[in-house]
């Protein structure tokens, strides 16, 4: 049996005269947390729902638990589980009858259901709402519901579509804590987010700009390829003006408004913290401090979506 | 500039933007146009009472010259055709299986009968179980029988008593003069409510309603403004309407068109503002095409005179139906294609589908204050 | 890894789904109850095709008492109304605009005098031809008293003058299945045509559409469910709501208007079954090509509005021009009619029924195969 529980190749789909997904390949290994970066339209929920079986390649191939998701999609579904960016269950029924219509979807019946369900509802912390009709839930509660909906038959890879849009930061932590457990035991995560603070969880980060994956690496190796520079955290008032006397200028990467502050690129050859902070002051700046900012995956991110399409390389 | 001027103004940018709407939706326009004129063409040739070629059993038990001579008499026209020469056995098969409709029994003896002076007794046969139809068949086959006794006894003199029949506005007896109005104002009730009911509650879904509501455009501006463009639309399927049963269907229009248009205006106006009123109270569009397709459908079909004689009903019901203002337009517009009636005798209906409307519009519009606070 | 999932778990998950999602429906509730109840109430008692009472105009100018007698016994039997005496004849066409008279009578001045002295005499009967079905039956009604009454003067004049009266040919009617000619026996089968083909083709149409709408239909499609299984659940409340409100309107029909039951109730029930797949094939079709809600409830509508109206439930087919009795033969509508009528008010067996049910099957059968094969295309 592979090793690669995902494994797309030259994989391309059309709508009419858009290609919505361009030659996208890549793998993703028994146990592994990939994540899926890109911007909005960028192709990422058309890429998930070819690997899903929702729809078919207009060219190249995609096997997902061993399955090719062309000629034995049946297959694939029945190996996988998937969370939808939308909230995509019955929202007049009870939170158990939604896990016994899933769990029947799936073949699951029995006593061992049974048991298999009481187990899933305690994992995702829904013991007490078992019988709560899932429209009167609030968003985090029912996204754990159609996580544990997605888990039942114990696939073998699990999709997540932006699963922690909307969720409140507490409730986000204890979901990836729990995503991490089921890696740990051997399912596979495909997860796309905009999240770029969970990002950093994946065990390999693909980035899709415009249909194409432009960047697939560890996030320290991203970090180190795409912002290689020094980067530098600026506080202090007036910063504004000031920033845009240093924009331009020579070994200036990037400057940009974070928080209250600024976040700098500049090339290490040239720049240091005291000449950026001289810098600004003399622009007009006052009460300047400048450390050392870690480079983050927003910064990969914008390094890569800003730069012309033809530097990029998978 | 005055009051009512602003008011006309404000009237008017509504009504020219929900022109914009419908010119960029096909779909309305098709509903509009298309849907009534083809379900009027389909309907006025497929809801009739005229039946022609009826199938005949022939249970002939006498087999004698005479009783063949009563058979051609009754087959020989365009009302019955022979389906079957049998006996009483097949007779009942045909009818149970829709083959046939009524038999023709002639008993043996018959011209036996006859030959010795006395009545010969043959029995029609129907099948009763469409009352309608039972009738129409009797009629004529009754007449028919009547029409061959007389040529047999060769009456030179003529009878001492004849009855002389005229049908009035519809001497033909066709069936298209009595439908083709009521189908028309049956469809053109039903379009004309989905169209408000589809488009204003899709502007509540959007969102867009509640934008008029912060600009200073007053409720009954709104209720007017959207109006106004439907209206010119209905008055021109009306004129489609009556122009394919004109041309189509010789539905003539004996009375004053110009007494036609009036009450379809009134009527226009009552079936928008319902379209309307529902679209406002309903939270959504589906629920308010329900709602609208629903409503418009059974009471114009059933309450209005269209297709069952509101005289024929009991008393509860003729009451509802006075409610409903398809019941009206219905009678007007028969009254004036078909008798050339006149306003003298149609006011009363003109007064009530005037009230109509003007309710209507008043409730939508009331409850549209509701919906702001 | 899990092995291939048994389509009889999935088809039970599916179904306790749908049953449980239409009990919690209150709309739902209503249309399988009231709906239903109402219908037959209003429909039974509202559509009377049987003309009584008919106001007819009497126009006199001879005051005899002969003419009297003649005026009491043409009104006798209540098919005619008497709305009133004149002598005026231009109130004729005045009534018959308004509609206060629908027939008149004209008796001739003089018309007792002429039949004592044998003159030919003729009356008038001026008939509001708007509807034609009341026209016919009210010219029936006066031809056949005052033929009877012209053959009755001149076999008592022959015989007045001793010569036998020529032989007539008498016909008498007689009527099967429906002796009374009373309209409910009729409608009431057309009741519950009605009633399925709006519930089962309308909610099913909706129900797949609202499913799409929501996003749920993505969820479902990523299990390994057949699509196939998917559409036999959706049908599976709403066949049972069909037949239960079939034996509600027909037990409604039989208790207050009296429905007659000459034929086997097992054919009904058979009928009804193979009925109600084709609509429900018809809403799944319809389903399979409607993107929203309420798209699907417009097709439907515009869909249930023509196939009813040309069915032969309230107006006969045979009275269709040819090429639209051709259509009809695709309308599963008209031999669901066509079945119930034969076997209630008929007695007919399965000998005399059994190529319309043959119909209703191919028509079920192969509407739910295109649509579940569009169904499994539209998800590809």
Redesign the interface.
Known sequence: MSELSIEAVHLSRRFGSFLAVDDVSFSAARGEIFGYLGANGAGKSTTIRML?????PTAGQARVAGFDVKSAP??V????G?M?Q????????PVR?NI??????????GPDFAARADEVLRLCDLEQERNAITGSLPGGIRQRLALG?AIL????VLFLDEPTAGVDPVSRRHFWRFIRRLAHEGTTIFVTTHYLDEAEYCGRIGLMVDGRLVALDTPGALKKRYVPDRVLAVRGRNLDEAAGSLRGRPGIIAVEPFGAGLHLQVASTEWNADLVAAALTSAGAQAVEVEPGVPTLEDVFLAVVARPREAHAP | MTRPARFLVRVGAMASKEVMHIRRDPRTLYMALAMPVVMLLIFGFGVSFDMDHIPLVVLDGDRSAASRALVRAVSAGREFDIAADSDEPTALRMIRRGQALVALAIPAGYQRELAAGRDGEVQLIVDGADGVVANQILAKIDGLVRAESLRRIDVAAEPPLQVKVFTLFNPEARSALFMVPGLAVYLLAIAAVLLTALTVSGEWERGSMEQLFASPVGRLEIVLGKLLPYLGLGMLQLLLVVAVGAVIFDVPIRGSATLLFLAGFLFLIGMLGQGLFISVVARNQLVATQAGALSSLLPSLLLSGMLVPIENMPRILQVLSSVVPARYFVHAMRGIMLKGSGLSILWGDLVALAIFALAIIALATARFRRRLA | MIARPRWTVQLRAVVRKEVRQTVRDRRIMFMLIIAPLLQTVVFGFAVDFQFDHVPTLVVGHDASAQSRQHIRRLLADGTLRDAGHTTELSEVQHKLQTGDAAAALILPAGLARDLAAQRPAEVQVILDGGDPNRAVVVAGAASRYFGETAEAMVKARLAARGIAPPPLIRATPRIWFNPSLKTPPFMIPGVMTILLVITTTLVTAMGLSREREMGTLEQVLVTPIRPVLLLIGKMTPFLVIGCFDVLLVLTAGVWIFGVPLHGSLLLVATGTVLYVLSTLGIGLLISTVSRTQQQAFLAGFLFAMPAILLSGVMTPIRAMPLWLQVVTFFNPVRYYIEVLRAVLLKGAGLVDVWWRLLALLGFGLTLLTVASLRFSKRVA
């Open positions: 899903c079986g929702l729809l078919a049946e297959s579904k029945a190996s996988i998937y939808s939308k909230f995509s269950l019955y929202l007049d029924l009858a016994e219509f899933f769990g029947g979807a799936y073949g699951l019946s909906c038959h114990r696939p073998a």
